[in-house]
């Protein structure tokens, strides 16, 4: 059963101390979200189940394994990676960098095959950039290229997928077609964890959410749960306006969280 967790972990950074004690987990068929204020440690616990920070103290377990015990190709086979404001400086055709995602399938000096051709043109498809597969990647919007870089993870075929604000900078339209894939793709069987910032994509597509709140997990749970009751409006500092389906930031409460 696909499966990634952290488990109290502690992580340090430039001397300060980033996570303290964070415990979260994904399995197969999930859609995790990790939700909290700008500096709460969102990207630094993404990057530690990605096995790219070490902690201190806890442990990440991809499959019931250590992520330490996986050799870096096994790793990248299992996780794809979506990091946060990708950049793309070299004038690379869409369909090259989407190709690159399937570099952990193959051995050194092999050439690309027709199934990787094949899994790339439905990666390019399933983002909805299949139209830019032969444009200079360099050349194409902050949004464009962002679904482009999700491709390049698909490609991949990970049973993971680890995704730092991937609908950021992204229309509406683009928004609903990401979180759609991603809720899709863990039908499949995908264990997803993904940093949101808009609370109503979080409420509505994610099964659980995981509050971060100066590095700890200030509350997790079924998303309307973590939602309601206080803990999400202390930690963000608003008053939140809820439905069903639905949160929005009304009203600043005070000082910045
Ligand atoms: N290399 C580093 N050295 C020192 N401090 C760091 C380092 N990387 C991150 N931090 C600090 O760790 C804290 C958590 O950062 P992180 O990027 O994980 O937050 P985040 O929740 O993803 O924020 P945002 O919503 O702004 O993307 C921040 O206070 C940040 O300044």
Known sequence: MTRIEADGLRVRLGGA????????????GEVVGLIGPNGSGKTTLLGALAGLTVPEAGHVRVDGAAIA???????????????????????LAVERVAMLGR?????????????DRRIVA????????????????????????????????LAGEPRILLADEPVAGLDPYHQLQVMELLRDLSREGMAVVVVLHD???????????????????????EPSAVLDGGTAERVFAVDLRRGDGWAIPWQRRGAAP
């Open 103 to 115: 570099t952990p399938h193959r051995a050194a000096f092999q050439g690309e095959t027709d199934g």
């Open 17 to 28: 101390e980033v996570l303290t004690g964070v415990s979260v987990a994904a399995a197969g």
């Open 199 to 221: 609370l109503s994509l979080a409420v509505r597509f994610c099964d659980r959410l995981c509050l971060l709140e100066h590095g700890r997990v200030a509350a997790s749970g």
């Open 69 to 91: 015990a996986l050799t870096p190709t096994e790793r990248a086979r299992r996780i794809g990676y979506l990091e946060q404001n990708p950049v793309a400086h070299w004038p």
């Open 122 to 153: 439905r990666a390019l498809e399933r983002c909805g950039v299949a139209g830019f597969a032969t444009r200079a990647v360099n050349t194409l919007s902050g949004g464009e290229r962002a679904r482009v870089m999700l491709a390049r993870a």
